[in-house]
C-alpha cells in the first residue's frame, strides 16, 4: 500500500498501524479511528464518518494485501462501536466489505471478518434486519467453514443474530422466505444444521408465522430429514414435530391442498436401503394421517397420489410396524372421505349423457349394509418411478373425487404380481367401498376392471379371494349393473334365463307388486354382469383344474352367502347344460352337487328341493336335472334330496348300460357315506316305512349290487339289512304310489327326464369313444 497517499482525516500512524502485521498494533490504530469517529459523531459529520468509513473498506478492507484486510476489518468495527445507535445509518457501507472478506481463501481473514461482524451487529442489534438476508447468506457460507476457529466465530455471531430475530417484531419473512428455500437444498451437513437450526428459531417466535410459508419449504425439511447426521435428524423431528403441533392447532389457516403432493412424494420409498428413508416415510405417513383427518374432503383430489403412496405400505412387515399402522390409518380415514354424494353427475355430464341409470336406480347402498364386507384385515409394491399426481380438480372450488385416478392406481396393484396380501386386500376392499358409495360412476370402470377380479380368484390367500368375491358379488347384484346392452356384459350370444327370487326378470328392477315365493325379503336380484360373472367363472374352472379342485367349494360356497344360492345353482346348471366339454361338466356337476349336498350354506336350498310341493322348486329341480344328467351318480343322489326314490330307481336301472369305470363306482362309493350322513337322517327314516317307500330300498339295493365287495358295500348292506320285514318289499300298485306323491302345484314329466338323462349319456358315450380311438385303452381303469 502506498503510504504517502492521502488517506484523511486518518493519520499516517493511524495508516501504518493498520498494516502492521502485528494485531496489537492494529488494535492500537483501531482505538485511535473509534476515538476520531466519536469526535465526529459529536460534531455531526456524516460526511466525515462516510469518508472514513469508504477508506477503511475500499483501501483497507478490500486491498489486496492480507493485513491492510486485517486493518481495516477492525478499523470498520471500531467505527461501529464508536457510531453506536446511530451505526444504523451507516450498516450498507460497514457489512458490505466485511461479508466479501468471507471469501477470502485466508483462514485467519475470515475469523476477524466474523470477529468484525460480530462487533457490528452486536452495537446496531435490530437495525441489521433490513440486512438479514446478506447476513444469513454470509453466515450460511461459514457454517461450513473447515476451519475450526471460522466456525466457531461464525457460531456466536449466529447466536448473536438468533437473539436480535427473536426479540424483534419487525422480521421481514416474505424476503427471506426465497432465500430458506434455495438453501435449504443444501447437501453439505454444516449448512443443513445451520438452516434447520434457525427454521427452529423461526418456528419459536410468536410474532413469526412461518407456518403460512411451509409448503415452501417442506420438501426440504424431509431432504434434511434424511441427512446421515443423528443430531441433523433428531434437530429436523423436532421442527417438524412442532409444526405438526401448529397445524393440529390452527387446521383452518393450513394450506394443506400446497402441501399434499410433498407427502405423497416422500411416503414413497425410492431405496429401501438406507434407514433414513424409513424414517422420512414414517414422518410423512404420519403427516398424511393427520392431513387427511384435519383437512377431510379437501385432499380428496389427491387421493389416487396419497393410495399409491399408502397401499404398498400395508404389507409392511414388524420391521416397518409404526409405518404400517400409519398407512392403515391413512387408508381408513382416506375411505371414509368417499360418500354417495361423490356418485353425483357434473352438471355438464347431466346435460350431455344418455342411456346412464337413474337416480332411483342407481342409489347406492348405506354404509351399514358394507359394513361385514370391510371388517376384515388389511409387500410393498415396488414401482420403477416414484408416482406424483396433479389435483383432479385444481381449477374447480368444489372438491371432486378423482374416481378415475383412484381406479387405475388400484387396478395397478393388482396387476402388480409382487403387490403384498393385505395391500390386495386393501385394494378390494376400496372397490368393494367404491362401488357401495360411487355405483353409477365405478360401473363405467367395471368392464376394464372384470378381468383382473376374475384371475384373482386364483390368488393363493383365502382372504384376498373372499374380498374379491365380495367386490363381484357385489357387482352382479348391484341395481347400477342392470343394463338391457347384453354384449357389452355377456360373452355369449344368447342372455341366459333366469329365475331372480323377486319375481323380477334379469337386468330389472323387482316389481314391488310381485309376488316373492319361497325367497328370502332380503335375496337380492340379480343385473346382467351376474350372468357375465358366472359364464365366466365356469370358463375359468375349466381352463385351471387345479382351481376347480382346490378352491372351486370354497368359492361357490362364499358366492351362495353373497347371492341367492338358488341363482347360483340355476345359472350354473343353465350353463353347463350347453357345456361342449362333456368330461369338464361332469366333474363340475359332481363339484356343485358336492356342495349342494354337504354345505351348511345351502341348507335352505335343501329344503327348497327337499320337498316338490311348488311351481318354483320343481322347476328348480328340473333346471339341476338336465345339467346333473352329466354326471350319473349325481343325478341319483338329486333324485334322493328330493325324494323322486322311483326315478332314482328308474335311472340307477339304466346305469347297466353304462361304461363303469373305477371313477364312476368311486362317486357310487362316495354316494353311500353321504346316506350314511346327517343331510340324508330323513332318507334313512323313510326305511322304517317300507309300505309306503318301495323305490326307495329298491333304489339302494341297486347301488348295492353295483358295488364291488368293498367297506362301502359292508356299509350299505348292513343298513339294509335293518330294514323291518323285508317281506314287505313287494311292488305296490303304481297308480296308488304316484297319486301319495302327486305335488301340489305341477307334475314333473319323468319320462321325459330319463329321455334327457339317456341323450346325455350317449353324448358321453360317443365322447368316449372317440378318446379311446384317439390314445391307447387303459383297461384297468374299467370294470365289465
Request: charged residues 25%; hydrophobic residues 40%; glycine residues 4%.
Amino acid at each position: 500500500m502506498n503510504t504517502e497517499k492521502d488517506f484523511s482525516p486518518l493519520t499516517p500512524n493511524i495508516v501504518r498501524a493498520l498494516n502492521d502485521k502485528l494485531y496489537e498494533k492494529r488494535k492500537v490504530a483501531a482505538l485511535e479511528i473509534e476515538k476520531l469517529v466519536r469526535e465526529f459523531v459529536a460534531q455531526n459529520n456524516s460526511t466525515q464518518i462516510r469518508h472514513v468509513i469508504q477508506i477503511l473498506a475500499s483501501e483497507f478492507a478490500l486491498s489486496q494485501h492480507p493485513h491492510s484486510r486485517k486493518g481495516g476489518l477492525i478499523g470498520l468495527a471500531a467505527c461501529s462501536i464508536a457510531l453506536g445507535k446511530d451505526s444504523g445509518l451507516y450498516l450498507k457501507e460497514l457489512i458490505e466489505p466485511v461479508l466479501t472478506c468471507f471469501n477470502d481463501s485466508d483462514s485467519r481473514l475470515r475469523y476477524y471478518a466474523c470477529e468484525a461482524l460480530y462487533n457490528i451487529v452486536k452495537v446496531a442489534r435490530g437495525a441489521v434486519l433490513p440486512h438479514f438476508n446478506l447476513l444469513f447468506d454470509g453466515l450460511s457460507k461459514l457454517a461450513a467453514d473447515p476451519d475450526p476457529n471460522v466456525k466457531s466465530g461464525s457460531e456466536l455471531l449466529d447466536r448473536l443474530l438468533k437473539d436480535i430475530v427473536t426479540e424483534s417484531n419487525t422480521f421481514d419473512l416474505v424476503a427471506f422466505v426465497p432465500l430458506l428455500r434455495e438453501r435449504i437444498y443444501s447437501n453439505n451437513q454444516y449448512a443443513r444444521q445451520f438452516i434447520i437450526s434457525w427454521i427452529h428459531v423461526l418456528e419459536s417466535v410468536p410474532d413469526i408465522n412461518l407456518l403460512d410459508y411451509l409448503p415452501e419449504i417442506l420438501d426440504g425439511l424431509f431432504q434434511i430429514l434424511g441427512d446421515n447426521s443423528k443430531e441433523i435428524r433428531r434437530t429436523c423431528e423436532v421442527v417438524l414435530g412442532e409444526f405438526l403441533k401448529e397445524i393440529k392447532k390452527t387446521p383452518s389457516s393450513v394450506k394443506f391442498a400446497e402441501m399434499a403432493n410433498i407427502l405423497v412424494i416422500h411416503c414413497q420409498v425410492a431405496d429401501e436401503t438406507k434407514l433414513t428413508n424409513d424414517l422420512i416415510q414414517l414422518t410423512a405417513m404420519t403427516w398424511m394421517r393427520e392431513f387427511i383427518q384435519l383437512a377431510g374432503r379437501v385432499v380428496l383430489p389427491y387421493s389416487s397420489g396419497i393410495l399409491t403412496a399408502v397401499l404398498p405400505c400395508l404389507s409392511y412387515d414388524d420391521r416397518k410396524k409404526n409405518t404400517k399402522e400409519a398407512a392403515s390409518a391413512c387408508n381408513h380415514s382416506l375411505m371414509k372421505l368417499v360418500t354417495p354424494e361423490d356418485d353425483e353427475e357434473e352438471e355438464d355430464e347431466k346435460s350431455g349423457s344418455t342411456g346412464s341409470p337413474s337416480r332411483e336406480d342407481g342409489q347406492p347402498k348405506t354404509e351399514a349394509d358394507g359394513n361385514d364386507m370391510l371388517n376384515a384385515s388389511q409387500e410393498s409394491v415396488g414401482f420403477s418411478n416414484i408416482s406424483f399426481f396433479n389435483p383432479a380438480s385444481a381449477d374447480r372450488p368444489q372438491v371432486t373425487l378423482d374416481l378415475d385416478g383412484i381406479v387405475q392406481v388400484l387396478d395397478r396393484h393388482l396387476h402388480d404380481s409382487s403387490t403384498g396380501m393385505m395391500t390386495r386386500i386393501a385394494v378390494l376392499k376400496w372397490l368393494y367401498h367404491l362401488y357401495i358409495k360411487t355405483p353409477r360412476k365405478m360401473f363405467r370402470h367395471t368392464d376394464s376392471l372384470f378381468p383382473m377380479l376374475l384371475k384373482t380368484l386364483s390368488d393363493e390367500s383365502d382372504e384376498v379371494i373372499l374380498k374379491d368375491l365380495e367386490v363381484l358379488a357385489e357387482i352382479a347384484s348391484s341395481p347400477a349393473g342392470q343394463t338391457d346392452q347384453a354384449s357389452s356384459c355377456d360373452s355369449t350370444d344368447n342372455k341366459l334365463e333366469l329365475k331372480v327370487p323377486e319375481g323380477a326378470k334379469p337386468g330389472q328392477q323387482p316389481s314391488t307388486g310381485s309376488k316373492a315365493v319361497d325367497s328370502s325379503p332380503s335375496t337380492p336380484s340379480m343385473n346382467s354382469y351376474f350372468y357375465k360373472f358366472m359364464i365366466n367363472l365356469l370358463k375359468r374352472f375349466s381352463l385351471e383344474r387345479k382351481l376347480l379342485e382346490n378352491r372351486g367349494a370354497f368359492i361357490i360356497r362364499q358366492l351362495c352367502l353373497l347371492l341367492h344360492a338358488e341363482n347360483i345353482f340355476h345359472s350354473m346348471a343353465d350353463i353347463l347344460l350347453k357345456e361342449e366339454d362333456l368330461k369338464f361338466a361332469s366333474t363340475m356337476v359332481q363339484t356343485l352337487n358336492t356342495i349342494l349336498l354337504t354345505s351348511a350354506e345351502l341348507f335352505q336350498l335343501r329344503n327348497q328341493l327337499k320337498d316338490l310341493r311348488t311351481q318354483e322348486s320343481c322347476a328348480l329341480f328340473c333346471c339341476l336335472y338336465r345339467s346333473w344328467c352329466h354326471n350319473p351318480v349325481a343325478t341319483v343322489s338329486l333324485c334322493f334330496l328330493t325324494q323322486n326314490y322311483k326315478h332314482a330307481y328308474d335311472l340307477i336301472q339304466r346305469f347297466g348300460n353304462l361304461e363303469v369305470t373305477v371313477d364312476f363306482l368311486m362317486e357310487v362309493d362316495k354316494l353311500v357315506q353321504l346316506i350314511e350322513s346327517p343331510i340324508f337322517t330323513y332318507l334313512r327314516l323313510q326305511l322304517l316305512d317300507v309300505e309306503n317307500n318301495p323305490y326307495l330300498i329298491k333304489a339302494l339295493y341297486g347301488l348295492l349290487m353295483l358295488l364291488p365287495q368293498s367297506q362301502a358295500f359292508q356299509l350299505l348292506s348292513h343298513r339294509l339289512s335293518c330294514v323291518p320285514n323285508p317281506e314287505l318289499m313287494r311292488t305296490v300298485d303304481e297308480s296308488k304310489y304316484m297319486a301319495s306323491k302327486r305335488l301340489s302345484h305341477a307334475q314333473m314329466d319323468c319320462n321325459e327326464l330319463l329321455q334327457h338323462f339317456d341323450r346325455v349319456q350317449s353324448k358321453h358315450l360317443e365322447v368316449r369313444h372317440q378318446r379311446s380311438g384317439r390314445a391307447s385303452d387303459h383297461p384297468d381303469r374299467k370294470l365289465m
